[in-house]
């Protein structure tokens, strides 16, 4: 039997490589250019008991493809049958950035938002109310710090919620 996958997308720059990391203990390469996580990073992940594959997948702004990297992530989201969605978004940006959970939304698939880079909108006094985001968007959505592992009980507990209904 094959272990349910955990798909990592969002826009370039946002943490997905350092949730891989997080998730998998393995570390894929990593730069500041848009764009730079080209290849697509596989790993294995443990959760109490559970294993599960991890896919960092290459940024992506839509799931409609303008880029080879866009059309290799929209191909693992649609084609792979993920257990579970992580779209890791930059936190301070966030308006920004739904236009890609939307179409996640609307596409029926199971996501979890993964608001990364807390430290940063904090520093901005910038606050999220997480409750009212879930209930407008009807998906968990979970803050976390990647860089130094904050909030990733309450994604891994998010996680497996989802792998118990795959």
Do not use: C, W
């Not at 596409?107 to 430290?119: E, R, S």
């Amino acid at each position: 039997m094959s272990k349910p996958k955990v798909v990592l997308v969002g826009n370039p720059n946002v943490g997905k490589s350092v949730l891989f990391h997080n998730l998998t203990g393995v570390y894929a390469t990593v730069s500041n250019y848009p764009g730079t996580t080209v290849e697509v990073a596989r790993g294995v992940g443990r959760i109490g008991t559970q294993e599960f594959e991890v896919i960092d997948t290459p940024g992506m702004y839509a799931l409609m493809p303008i880029s080879e990297e866009e059309r290799v992530a929209r191909n693992i989201i649609l084609e792979e049958n993920p257990s579970v969605i992580l779209q890791v978004i930059d936190a301070k940006n966030l308006a920004r950035m739904l236009d890609l959970t939307l179409q996640l939304v609307e596409a029926g698939l199971p996501l979890i938002l993964v608001l990364n880079m807390m430290d940063e909108l904090r520093a901005l006094g910038t606050r999220i109310n997480i409750g009212i985001l879930e209930k407008r968007l009807r998906i968990p959505v979970v803050p976390v710090i990647a860089t130094d592992g904050e909030g990733m009980d309450l994604l891994q507990q998010r996680i497996l919620d989802y792998v118990g209904k795959s």
